[in-house]
């Protein structure tokens, strides 16, 4: 290609949309200024975001299809998925706390189509990259899904243990780790720089599941460190 900056293409949902809870107002708003926009001001590289809120594996697989039909014209290829991929209908387990649930992508479907996106991207001559997903906090996950009346005791019941949201989370993560090791794709180890972090609280907004601005400031800073080794390397 012949531009002078380089061009990524993000595909992904709230996390790298850069949206926070505030816990006011009750409800989910924009991160401003952007900070992909000051990033790419201060690496050079142009980056353009492809990012719903709420969106799993299966529709970030619809939209990079698409992409591709109109013509994929960029150097690399971002994939950020795997939170709402792990995450339960909650109503429907306080409401039967006494049978199998499935996860909004289940992990096996979640991992096979996480590779068939990176295979897809090389198809179209271009870099994928992975990045696990910040960890979560458990309890105020817990209290945000309950605030407006669901049964936790129904919600504990079912899982046994409060952390088993935190632990399936995390399977999440490690999996996204796995594809990058079997597929040879660069991987962006974002939850290691939260957890080396003694004030990884700090970094999480109330509902417990998405990073506060600092965490963003942090998730920016991540995405630099692992452009600056690209160079280096």
Not at 164 to 190: F, G, K
Not at 206 to 229: E, K, Q, V, Y
């Amino acid at each position: 290609m012949n531009r002078e900056r380089k061009r990524i293409r993000i595909f992904g949902d709230s996390i790298l949309k850069g949206v926070v809870y505030d816990e006011r107002e009750d409800r989910y708003i924009p991160l401003e200024p952007d900070s992909f926009e000051q990033l790419g001001s201060q690496i050079g590289i142009e980056f353009q975001t492809t990012t719903r809120f709420g969106c799993t594996v299966t529709k970030g697989m619809k939209l990079l299809q698409r992409a591709v039909t109109a013509g994929l014209q960029c150097d690399g290829v971002l994939l950020e998925y795997g939170g709402n991929d792990c995450d339960f209908c909650w109503e429907e387990v306080a409401a039967h706390p006494d049978i199998m649930h499935l996860s909004k992508t289940p992990i096996q479907e979640f991992e096979q189509t996480l590779k068939r996106m990176v295979m897809y991207i090389k198809s179209a001559q271009s870099i994928p990259m992975l990045m696990t997903l910040p960890p979560i906090d458990a309890e105020r996950y817990l209290n945000h899904i309950c605030r407006n009346g669901l049964n936790r005791d129904n919600i504990l019941h079912w899982l046994g243990d409060l952390h088993t949201i935190e632990r399936y989370q995390e399977l999440y993560s490690l999996r996204i780790a796995r594809v990058a090791l079997e597929t040879h794709t660069q991987l962006i180890d974002v939850r290691s720089g939260f957890l080396s972090r003694r004030d990884c609280s700090s970094l999480i907004c109330t509902d417990g599941i998405h990073p506060n601005a600092a965490g963003h400031a942090l998730i920016m800073d991540l995405l630099a460190d692992f452009h600056r080794s690209r160079i280096s390397a």
